[in-house]
Nanobody, 119 residues
Framework: QVQLVESGGGLVQAGGSLRLSCAASGSIFTIHTMNWYRQAPGKQREFVASMTSSGRLTYADSVNGRFTISRDNAKNTVYLQMNSLKLEDTAVYYC?????????????WGQGTQVTVSS
């Protein structure tokens, strides 16, 4: 069993910053790709950022230069530092990890954390 616990969401004014965390626990052999997605009200879930086990980074155009994804392998944790937040960044943010456990490789999702950016 693998559990993902997200934290760090909240209410922030436009231009402010937040840091999201996603901690994985359980019978984990290897964490491969770590991703962040978000879903705004009435919209589909969209990709935000990704980091592979080799350190390759990918960002959505809408957040490139403002958001930074990072990982702490010792803690099985992925972070999303969000700076210069805009109203349109308001969404529920989800972490998504590709994890190998005993005998299986699968994708796991966090429970989501609300980020609200106010004017």
């Amino acid at each position: 069993q693998v559990q993902l616990v997200e934290s760090g969401g909240g209410l922030v004014q436009a231009g402010g910053s937040l840091r999201l965390s996603c901690a994985a626990s359980g019978s984990i052999f290897t964490i491969h790709t770590m991703n962040w997605y978000r879903q705004a009200p009435g919209k589909q879930r969209e990709f935000v950022a990704s980091m592979t086990s080799s350190g390759r980074l990918t960002y959505a155009d809408s957040v490139n230069g403002r958001f930074t994804i990072s990982r702490d392998n010792a803690k099985n944790t992925v972070y999303l530092q969000m700076n210069s937040l805009k109203l349109e960044d308001t969404a529920v943010y989800y972490c998504n990890l590709l994890i190998t456990t005993a005998g299986s490789l699968r994708s796991y999702w966090g429970q989501g954390t609300q980020v609200t950016v106010s004017s």
